[in-house]
């Protein structure tokens, strides 16, 4: 099955650890992105990546950081320094910057 | 003013009705448009992509208005599965693939 995994589907933190949530496609596609969404709003952008080994900052990329070792892969650690990090957290990924964005399933992180 | 705006919502209506959304836009240099549904505690999918010259899927379709920065989904015959939050999308194109969501509108279709 072709498509986009994100693990955990739920995530529990306490306050001052950092966690990562793991974003994964077999889609071939180039560009992956990181999305949080917070209850009643609309999606935002944290990081972007176009390629292998280059990503961009997003609106909200504060306490957050992001890899992109391998084209299949674009991990994303929300640190301690995230103020308020419990969200529904959202990876998409197109065949280029222009294409459409397909989302994986998501991860809830709540911090205890 | 927020740069993808929509109808707040939510949207509450029988079985059978046909319901319009509409969502405006700041960016004038904006390319791409989209409505994608959102189910309650899913991800978003994408419904349909949104052409100059409007488009039709089944009982949904979609038109742009450049002029007006405006983008509206209308949805004929509404189903009980089609409750969900519509999520009006706009890629602007020249910021790298950035997509810039609305709020979204929900819309709850009963018996």
């Known amino acids: 099955d072709g498509g986009i995994t994100q693990s955990p589907k739920y995530l529990f933190r306490k306050e001052g650890q950092n966690v990562t949530l793991s974003c994964e496609q077999n889609l071939n596609h180039d560009a992956m992105y990181w999305y949080r969404q917070d209850p009643g709003q609309g999606l935002r952008l944290i990081y972007y990546s176009q390629i292998v080994n280059d990503f961009q900052k997003g609106d909200i990329a504060e306490g957050y950081s992001v890899s992109r070792e391998k084209k299949e892969s674009f991990p994303l650690t929300v640190t301690s320094a995230q103020k308020n990090p419990t969200a529904f957290y959202l990876c998409?990924?197109?065949?280029?910057?222009?294409?459409?964005?397909?989302f994986g399933p998501g991860t809830r992180l709540t911090v205890l | 003013r927020k740069e993808v705006e929509q109808d707040p919502g939510p949207f509450n209506v029988p079985e059978g009705a046909t319901v319009a959304f509409n969502c405006t836009y700041s960016?004038?240099?904006?390319?791409?448009f989209f409505w994608y549904r959102q189910d309650c505690r899913k991800e978003p999918k994408l419904l349909m992509s949104v052409y100059s010259s409007g488009n039709e899927d089944g009982r949904f379709t979609a038109q742009l208005n450049r002029a007006s920065q405006y983008i509206s989904l209308l949805i004929r015959d509404s189903k009980l599965s089609d409750s969900a939050t519509y999520l009006c999308v706009v890629n602007p194109n020249n910021q790298g693939g950035k997509l810039i969501f609305g709020q979204g509108t929900e819309l709850s279709v009963k018996p």
């Open positions: 998409a990924s197109s065949m280029g910057a222009t294409d459409t964005q397909y």
């Open positions: 960016n004038s240099a904006s390319q791409s």
